[in-house]
């Protein structure tokens, strides 16, 4: 009888970080932070299938990475619809008869302001994409890891779900910092550790990431005052995700399962 404790040999460090023959889905892949995960999941040996509804953003997220040598492809997906939510999955289990790791990624941001504006049907908008997709993707893709009896489920949350928002920081701009959004990504958090603690004695993991402000070209105003307030004293770029994500999706994070890993330059310990 097999023991739990019969654990498997030794390998090398670089082979636990490998995700060679595995394959990894992510959602709104070729987006903001998709685009680093995307990336980074590519280099380390995974076919990466790039998901969302602007099909030909994925295309080219997809030719990028399979000219830099790696394994990917693009698909669509509408998160709003459980009917195209199943189908992705089903067309992935059908072509390659397994998913190893799912990134749920991709983010509705309101336009709709702050507490005070924002609408009951913008709430519920935002909640579609950043709550309900996020049950439904999970559990049609954890049909086939438990199939595999092992998979690596990641979500991508914030740092407003983890602290309140520094207003402050918005004067000068035009930018808003929206209540939906903190409320849903600090139920992602949450979330996490509930499936974790539903899915691992399954043999699927799951973790999260909550990363900080990414540069996209803000408002000077808005960048002096956020760098002024993180630590590192700068924004995220794209190659500051790649590393934890594969970390989280391989076997070097196997005993870590309901974590959530703040990435944002020290941000929420000041």
């Not at 082979?15 to 903001?32: D, I, M, Q």
């Not at 990466?48 to 399979?66: G, P």
């Not at 207003?167 to 939906?180: C, D, L, R, S």
């Not at 004695?201 to 990431?209: A, E, K, L, Y």
């Amino acid at each position: 009888m097999e023991s739990k404790h019969d654990f498997p040999p030794p390998r090398h460090t670089d082979e636990l970080f490998s995700l060679k023959g595995r394959v990894a889905l992510v959602t709104g892949g070729a987006g903001l932070y998709g685009s680093g995960i995307s990336s980074g999941l590519a280099d380390a040996g995974a076919t990466v299938i790039v998901a969302s509804r602007t099909l030909d953003k994925c295309e080219a997220k997809a030719e990028q990475l399979r000219r830099a040598g790696g394994d990917a492809l693009a698909m669509s997906v509408d998160l709003t619809s459980e009917h195209s939510i199943e189908a992705l999955c089903g067309a992935i289990e059908q072509k390659f008869g397994r998913l190893d790791i799912l990134f749920n990624n991709a983010v509705a941001r309101s336009t709709g302001g702050d507490f005070a504006t924002v609408t009951a049907e913008q709430w519920a908008d935002t909640m579609e994409v950043n709550s309900t997709s996020i049950l439904l993707m999970t559990r049609y893709a954890a049909e086939i890891m438990l199939k595999q009896a092992k998979g690596s489920i990641v979500n991508i949350a914030s740092i407003y779900g983890m602290v309140g928002p520094q207003f402050a920081i918005y004067e000068g701009t035009e930018m808003k910092n929206p209540a939906e959004y903190a409320f849903s990504k600090g139920g992602l958090i949450q979330l996490t550790r509930y499936l974790a603690a539903f899915y691992g004695p399954r043999g699927i993991r799951v973790n999260c990431i909550s990363p900080g402000g990414y540069f996209s070209h803000q408002p000077e105003p808005f960048v002096e005052s956020y760098c002024a307030r993180t630590p590192l004293g700068r924004m995220a770029g794209e190659e500051d995700i790649k590393g934890v994500s594969v970390f989280l999706a391989s076997d070097a994070s196997g005993y870590i399962t309901g974590a959530n890993i703040p990435l944002e330059g020290g941000w929420t310990v000041v």
